[in-house]
């Protein structure tokens, strides 16, 4: 290598954040919370010309250490993932606090806004007022208008082929007002450039060159790769929970949409399982309709196929079809406590009685902007930060992408792969163009692993064996690209991401690792939280939890306060 490509290789690397670790921290009480602190740190917008006076401000949230000030162990970044996910808005909704009782107070609890997200500015946005963001998200269909039990019956191709040309040409209405609009944050904000503005978050709240704490959520753990590649010496004490494999994903959606799938099936035969364990007391489901012999699986399974043949007329204009129920099932399997209420959800759509269901839609809808020609915030923003972060996918046709879901969706059994068709379909829109500072994806974990051994600081790896949207064999993957500067603990059960059903052996392995750097020796935990019980309200999207079984009262903040970090992650879907 030439010294000038030596330097320039060392400019792309660690140093670029020197420039911000100068500037202090002014921080004061968050307007929506005072009993938290809030702050603005300004990092350079383009690391690749650091110096070109051009500039991004990153918001800071922070839960103050328990501890006193002798017994404080410095700070400790979290981020909930998306991408889009505002890490202020986590903290702020009581993830700081559910995370400073799981970790024993040390630590001062940190969450931002990442690149072109939330309040952090610039805003990627994809249109200029906030009126044409939200048509835009309501013109953008959910889901394909496909139904599972069409791919084994070539009498419905024709309309698979048409519905798949359909939802493929909307996204591509989004990926081409994205392009068009070309906002200052769009090349600015892939992982590359989050990870950097991480160190410099870092030096400002601990001193040059301090060592990163991180617990990093579903889409939060490409992060928290991507900085112990490009930051192996600074790596503290991670957590990465809800591993997204970071080798697929810096391939194209074509890589990863298998991937994502490979746990869903469980999921289901979890929420089956669950249900005719807890019977008619606890899971509304487990009772079928009058004449109805089929068991539950095979009445999930009609019931999709019945909504795509004879979808259910709400109101002029608007009906409870297929792709409805698809992204509407898809997005709670990932959260089981919600479950009681979608058990009666879906026993009542059964009976041609939608009035429960539309009722979650309203309450869950995004609302009109009280300003339609104010700033668009940047609400769309997850989909060309998707791009970003993987493969230019222009020369996938939309004939690939149909196969590609006919095909996993047989082979992995998985009824709603309709829903999760966006991100392939919005990329193969967009323009090949990415960040000046390429993502190092996986490339440089072998580096990492060794460097990371040597210092001591192993990451741990915790995942759920039936995570529906990051399945274990993601954890597994990177387990094995860390052999010897890793540990993999997993929670048994469903749900995305260990806190989305406590487990007290897992949380209390993430707590003594945060505290004294202890590494678990159990490798699976129980749930220590039920799913359907009578007990459960099954009212409410996110009844208070009930634990199965006798716990002290340490043992119980504990779990409630995992309870609170689902919450919060919750509040910002």
């Not at 946005?125 to 269909?141: I, R």
Request: proline share 7%.
């Amino acid at each position: 290598m030439s010294f000038l490509l030596s330097v320039k290789s060392f400019l792309l690397g660690g140093c670029l954040s020197a420039s911000t670790t100068l500037a202090s921290l002014q921080w004061s009480p968050c307007p929506s919370n005072p009993a938290l602190d809030c702050a603005t740190l300004r990092v350079p917008l383009e690391y690749a010309e650091p110096l070109n006076g051009m500039s991004a401000s990153i918001p800071l949230a922070r839960y103050n250490a328990t501890v006193v000030a002798s017994q404080r162990k410095g700070s400790l970044l979290t981020n909930p993932g998306g991408p889009g996910a505002s890490g202020v808005s986590f903290v702020l909704n009581g993830a700081g606090e559910a995370i400073s009782n799981i970790t024993g107070g040390f630590y001062d609890i940190i969450g931002w806004d990442p690149r072109g997200v939330g309040s952090a500015q610039p805003v990627l946005q994809c249109f200029a007022t906030a009126g044409e963001e939200y048509e835009a998200s309501q013109d953008l269909p959910a889901a394909a208008e496909v139904a599972y039990g069409q791919f084994s019956n070539q009498s419905y191709m024709p309309s698979y082929n048409a519905a798949m040309e359909e939802f493929d040409s909307a996204t591509a209405q989004l990926a081409a007002a994205c392009a068009s609009y070309n906002s200052t944050a769009l090349y600015t904000s892939s992982a590359a450039y989050v990870v950097r503005d991480m160190a410099a978050i870092v030096d400002a709240l601990d001193g040059k060159d301090a060592h990163l704490n991180y617990w990093g959520l579903s889409y939060g753990t490409i992060f928290g790769v991507e900085f112990i590649q490009t930051y192996p010496k600074r790596a503290g004490k991670i957590v990465l929970d809800g591993v997204f494999d970071a080798t697929a994903n810096a391939e194209t959606y074509i890589a990863q949409l298998p991937n994502d799938q490979l746990s869903v099936r469980d999921a289901i035969n979890d929420l089956v399982s669950f249900c005719e364990q807890a019977g008619a007391a606890g899971c509304a489901l487990s009772t079928p309709p009058a004449n109805v012999t089929a068991d539950l699986t095979t009445r999930l399974a009609n019931l999709q196929e019945s909504l795509y043949e004879h979808p259910i007329a709400v109101s002029e204009g608007f009906s409870i079809t297929v792709g409805i129920f698809s992204a509407f099932m898809w997005s709670f399997s990932r959260v089981p406590t919600t479950w009681p209420l979608i058990s009666s959800v879906v026993s009542a759509l059964e009976k041609g009685d939608v009035t429960l269901m539309v009722a979650i839609l309203n309450a869950t809808a995004p609302s009109p902007p009280g300003n339609s020609s104010a700033p668009a915030s940047g609400s769309l923003a997850e989909w060309p930060l998707q791009c970003m972060d993987n493969a230019p996918s222009s020369e996938i046709t939309l004939a690939e992408v149909a196969a590609l879901v006919l095909n996993i969706s047989l082979s992995e059994d998985t009824p709603w792969l309709n829903a999760d068709v966006t991100p392939l379909s919005f990329c193969r829109h967009f323009p090949d163009t990415r960040p000046r500072i390429p993502n190092l994806g996986a490339s440089k974990l072998p580096v990492a692993n060794s460097i990371l051994t040597e210092q001591n600081t192993p990451v741990l790896i915790v995942n759920g064996e039936d995570d529906p949207v990051t399945p274990l064999a993601s954890a597994e993957r990177l387990r094995s690209q860390l052999p010897t500067a890793s540990r993999l603990v997993t929670r048994r059960g469903p749900g995305h991401t260990t806190v989305s059903v406590a487990s007290l052996g897992l949380v209390e392995a993430i707590r003594a690792y945060f505290i004294d750097s202890t590494l678990p020796t159990s490798a699976v935990h129980d749930l220590s939280q039920l799913v359907f019980s009578s007990e459960i309200n099954a009212g409410t999207l996110t009844p208070p939890p009930v634990f199965n079984g006798t716990y002290t009262d340490a043992e119980r903040t504990i779990l409630n306060s995992t309870y609170n970090l689902l919450l919060a992650f919750l509040s910002l879907a």
